[in-house]
């Protein structure tokens, strides 16, 4: 052979061989390594996730299945951001709230980009099966994006970037997390102005496009910027905390984990604003407690507003002090699989350091030797049985052992009186549970919505890696046990449901906690 031809054979292998290393190096891998990932998912998540049948019965879906409709997508996604988006879809076909997707060190590459679009839009709940959305709040100065147009408060949204409200709601609802209807409402609400890796259509765009309409049927289209959320001043018409949102009422009590309210017009009467289940709970409450025992407060009717609460932990302490009653606690289980050896594991390992936190809250009265003597015994012998599920014990063991029938006694200091709680589909996960606690124990008389109806014992999360070439990839989550309602069903994608229904809409919005209060004050005066 002609040396000529032996040097452009030789660049030609080098040049195929270098390609053929490209491929197998590139952070989404190859078809079969995206292939054999997404059968490794599916496969992950028969065995690991404690599913929810009431869900799956409400929403008339199979997990696994909707899932599998991505197959096709995943395979084909040769870029970072049509991976990871794909993953998300996988991810929320499961239509839980709690399980995410996260981008990790070496993994795929997505933009970090977060802003906002000058506008903030609500939920109209009025009418079952007809919910929309409106405009709730927008910049101070919205005229100067929009040629001059000042849109008006409470108009509906029609369309956004051209496309009907229906048609976008659909084409958008695989990138949200949810376990209720009216938890991917509110979701869908928050984020109609995001601008994020979370919903990738909107990164190649520097603005969006909404179409309105009036009450009159007028209809109009302003196109906005994307902004940093810190630079936006909003007309701040729509309340979320302060004492604006309660009138008649003045603060008394500024803490962490809620403000306390009083009235001069409602005597004997503690409106408690709740932030969260979050590490000042205990320290909160024992304040609050001492300080209601030094001024006669304990014989003082409660108004709690959850409405716009996260979760966390240690809800169980906060009611055995805010009502007078005994109560059955939730209580929890997890699927055995390939993983309970593992956490276990990290539990042992959490144990040993004193390290049993969730959240930021210690999860534990006892330190945790409750939850590792039920690990140890019970948890153990399921996984040697072949079981597929635990026993069901007070929640995490956090504050009764695994032999208790859940039922906890109020602290020898607390609230005596009557009791009115305000939910809405906000938050969930622990707040999910101290709903469930009160209403299916009948502590306290309830008004609003239902919480985001998503809750569960653990999750399980790990670094996704390519089966073939061992690249990671993203990080992944499992939701790994159920929570038990004293009612003795699954809370996940299945809140309680309060006494008093009282929807938000476009024409009570700006008075709805005027509303709300108006109800729990003349309850509390029967």
Not at 99 to 117: F, H, R, Y
Not at 146 to 163: H, Q, R, S
Not at 208 to 234: C, H, N
Not at 381 to 388: L, P, Q
Request: aromatic share 12%; net charge negative.
């Amino acid at each position: 052979m002609k040396p000529y031809r032996i040097i452009s054979l030789l660049l030609v292998c080098s040049v195929a061989l270098i390609s053929a290393c490209t491929k197998d190096t590139k952070r989404t891998s190859t078809p079969k390594d995206r292939a054999q990932l997404f059968d490794y998912i599916i496969e992950k998540t028969k065995a690991r996730d404690a599913l929810s049948p009431f869900k799956m019965e409400m929403m008339n879906y199979d997990p696994i299945e909707e899932m599998m409709k991505y197959r096709k997508e995943m395979i084909n996604a040769d870029s970072d951001m049509a991976l990871f988006s794909v993953l998300m879809k996988i991810s929320n076909a499961r239509r839980d709230r709690h399980l995410s997707v996260s981008p990790v060190e070496g993994g795929l590459i997505v933009d970090t980009i977060n802003q906002q679009a000058p506008v903030i839009f609500i939920v109209d709940y009025t009418t079952e099966d007809k919910y929309f959305f409106f405009l709730g709040d927008y910049a101070k100065n919205i005229e100067e994006f929009t040629n001059g147009v000042l849109p008006e408060l409470g108009d509906k949204l029609i369309a956004v970037n051209g496309d009907s409200i229906s048609i976008y709601f659909e084409k958008m609802r695989p990138y949200f997390r949810y376990s209720s209807i009216k938890g991917l409402w509110k979701s869908f609400a928050q984020d109609l102005n995001a601008r994020n890796f979370n919903y990738p259509s909107t990164l190649g765009n520097e603005s969006i496009a909404y179409t309105l309409e009036k009450r009159d049927g007028e209809v109009y289209t302003i196109s906005l910027p994307y902004l940093s959320p810190d630079s936006i001043e909003w007309l701040d018409t729509y309340k979320s905390h302060g004492e604006n949102r309660y009138t008649g009422f003045d603060l008394l009590l500024d803490r962490k984990t809620f403000d306390v309210y009083t009235s001069s017009l409602h005597k004997n009467i503690l409106l408690i604003d709740w932030y969260g289940f979050q590490e000042n709970l205990v320290e909160d409450m024992n304040f609050l407690m001492d300080y209601a025992s030094e001024n006669n407060m304990l014989d003082y009717n409660i108004i709690w507003d959850g409405t716009r609460s996260r979760g966390g932990s240690k809800g169980a302490y906060a009611i055995q002090r805010l009502f007078p009653k005994p109560f059955k606690t939730t209580f929890g289980n997890l699927k055995i699989s390939d993983v309970t050896p593992l956490f276990i594991a990290q539990k042992e390992e959490d144990y040993k350091n004193q390290q049993m936190f969730d959240d930021g809250v210690s999860e534990t009265e006892d330190n945790g030797t409750w939850l590792m003597d039920w690990l140890r015994a019970d948890v153990t012998e399921a996984i040697n049985n072949g079981n597929e599920y635990t026993n069901n014990v007070p929640f995490k063991l956090a504050h009764l052992p695994k032999d208790s029938d859940g039922v906890i006694q109020p602290a020898d200091k607390h609230f005596r009186q009557k009791a009115v709680c305000l939910f809405g589909p906000f938050g969930g996960s622990h707040l999910d549970q101290f709903a469930a606690i009160v209403v299916d124990n009948n502590l306290a008389y309830t008004i609003g919505m239902s919480a985001g109806g998503f809750s569960n014992t653990w999750e399980w999360e790990e670094t996704l890696v390519f089966p073939v070439s061992g690249k990671p990839v993203a990080r992944f989550m499992w939701d790994i046990g159920h929570t038990i309602r004293p009612n003795g069903e699954i809370l996940e994608g299945n809140p309680a449901i309060v006494d008093k229904y009282i929807p938000e809409g476009r024409d009570n919005y700006l008075q709805y906690y005027d509303i709300l209060l108006e109800e729990a004050i003349n309850y509390l005066h029967k």
